[in-house]
């Protein structure tokens, strides 16, 4: 199959109307693993996802999906506030599959699936926007699932969600970089972020202070940003 | 002249007694005003979901222009599909002034600036919530605007609601490009006006009856209908 990856950003730069949320970022995403950017408020995280996503463009620097610079479709992205369109929780799904321009056949059958995995078949007929935020919320992953994402960008998936909801979205987020999609996440839950990541991105003032895999991030930071982050420090 | 009192009982007979004469232009009101609002409809709500989601020149100047046209006199609305018509006109070998489809035409121009403005609100309002969540699933500009007037739909029927009480209300337009004329072209609001001069009050008040009675069940359908699908769909 034709990969994607790697996704490679090159001397990013992002200053809209000249004031700099990130600088000179070197990035290279190879895929497979779960990937969690961490940092404080305004460090940049979300900006940077979207540059990576392709909603937002680099004011500087190159950014590659596997040395091309045209924007993938094997990749999709999850909010913090799911967006539901106003219809059944199935034509959400089904939304997004004719976008990807699935034919009109087999999209109810593959949004049927992609509930089911997350576990919400029993609520496919009722109005999305009437659904808990939890539940709202793993429409969004059934959403960017039913697309079978090569990579998936989550942007604080769980910060507006109650513990047990929180759970339920991480345990859909393992599901899916289970059955082969790469995660890419920000999130403020450092238990979260132990729990799913393989690897932490640590930014810190729009700058990647140190990208270090994840049982050694929490054990031993290399970065006096990251242990102070990790001290509490920072807020 | 009679009496209000005595005026008034007549014209609840009238009322009450479907005379058909009343029957005949409240059913012509209705079939004007509601096709101008469908036909105005068809174009005005896209230009104003254009306005909303598009990214083109001069998109700020047409929205201030359109929001500035919700505010066009009838009569000049009326003037200038007047003219339009007139047999000296462009559009003159239709043979359309003083007939019905003139008076749809006059209301059609009419609404559709108020058509367009109040969807251009609406479908802001959803833009902005929907709106990365849309190019992130890879939306184009036009499937990103029919989703939105879809997604809509329940706010944009009380906007129609609206374009239909200010074209069954107004009497500038349809007066002049229809002409007043008796069973053909005679409407609600030009009854009234021409009722009124004439002296014969008990129409005039059943058809003002009538007319207030309709204006205010429109609203009454918008509140309601916007109410339940706020609980039916969030």
């Not at chain 1, 799911?82 to 087999?106: C, D, E, I, T």
């Not at chain 2, 469908?38 to 909303?52: E, I």
């Not at chain 2, 609206?162 to 030009?190: H, L, Y």
Request: net charge positive; proline share 5%.
């Amino acid at each position: 199959m034709h990969t994607i990856f790697p996704l490679s950003l090159t001397g990013i730069g992002f200053a809209p109307e000249g004031v700099p949320v990130l600088d000179g970022i070197d990035l290279c995403i190879e895929g497979g693993s779960r990937t969690v950017i961490l940092g404080a408020n305004g460090a940049g995280k979300s900006v940077l996802m979207r540059l990576m996503h392709g909603l937002l463009k680099p004011t500087a620097g190159v950014i590659q999906w596997n040395a091309s610079q045209s924007r993938p479709h094997a990749q999709c992205m999850v909010f913090q506030r799911p967006v539901m369109l106003r219809r059944s929780a199935l034509a959400n799904v089904a939304y997004g599959l004719k976008l990807a321009g699935v034919p009109l056949a087999q999209r109810s059958l593959q949004a049927r699936a992609a509930l089911e995995r997350v576990g919400l078949s029993h609520l496919a007929e009722r109005p999305a926007r009437v659904l808990s935020g939890g539940e709202q919320q793993r429409v969004a992953l059934a959403r960017a699932w039913a697309l079978e994402p090569r990579i998936l960008f989550l942007d604080e998936p769980t910060a507006s969600l109650d513990p047990a909801a929180s759970r339920s979205i991480e345990q859909v987020i393992v599901d899916i970089h289970g059955a082969g999609t790469s995660i890419v996440m920000t999130t403020h839950n450092l238990g979260q972020a132990r729990r799913l990541a393989d690897e932490i991105i640590f930014l810190h003032a729009g700058r990647i202070a140190e990208r270090t895999p994840a049982a050694e991030f929490f054990q031993h930071p290399r970065s006096p940003e990251a242990r102070a982050f990790l001290a509490g420090e920072l807020p | 002249m009679r009496d209000l009192p005595d005026s008034l009982s007549t014209a609840l007979g009238l009322v009450g007694g479907l005379d058909a004469k009343v029957l005949d232009i409240v059913a012509l009101s209705l079939r004007v005003s509601l096709s101008a609002v469908l036909f105005s409809a068809l174009f005005a709500l896209p230009l104003g979901a254009l306005l909303a989601v598009g990214n083109f020149p001069g998109r700020r100047t047409l929205t201030v222009v359109v929001n500035g046209l919700m505010g066009l006199p009838a009569v000049v609305v009326g003037l200038l599909v007047y003219l339009l018509l007139s047999r000296a006109g462009p559009l003159g070998p239709l043979g359309l002034l003083f007939t019905p489809s003139a008076m749809v035409i006059a209301q059609a121009v009419l609404v559709a600036p108020l058509l367009a403005a109040l969807t251009r609100q609406t479908v802001d309002d959803a833009w902005r919530e929907y709106r990365e969540q849309l190019h992130s699933l890879g939306a184009t500009t036009r499937q990103a605007t029919a989703t939105l007037l879809w997604d809509t739909r329940y706010s944009l029927f009380t906007v129609l609601l609206a374009g239909f009480g200010r074209a069954v209300a107004e009497v500038g337009a349809v007066m002049i490009v229809g002409g007043n004329i008796d069973g053909v072209t005679r409407v609600m609001t030009t009854t009234i006006a021409l009722e009124t001069s004439k002296g014969d009050l008990p129409l005039a008040l059943a058809l003002g009856l009538i007319l207030v009675t309709l204006v205010l069940a429109i609203n009454a359908l918008a509140y309601v209908s916007g109410a339940w699908a706020q609980r039916r769909f969030g």
